[in-house]
């Protein structure tokens, strides 16, 4: 949420959409940790794993 609010602003200040906007924007960078995957992507991968092995 950096990039998105000032430090110490509280979250209040925020709509619900907007800190959902931001939550979307967040998992659909890739990462260098991940292999360059998103978030989104690796959270599907290991909830298709858990799903699969029920």
Known sequence: MGSFA????YI??????????IETWCNSLPRKIL???????????EFDHI????
Do not use: K
Not at 6 to 9: A, E, H, N, P, V
Not at 12 to 21: A, M, T
Not at 35 to 45: G, K, L
């Open 6 to 9: 000032d430090s110490g602003d």
């Open 12 to 21: 209040n200040n925020y709509s619900l959409q907007e800190i959902i906007d």
């Open 35 to 45: 292999a360059y995957h998103t978030p989104d992507e690796i959270f599907e991968r």
């Open 51 to 54: 799903y699969q092995a029920a």
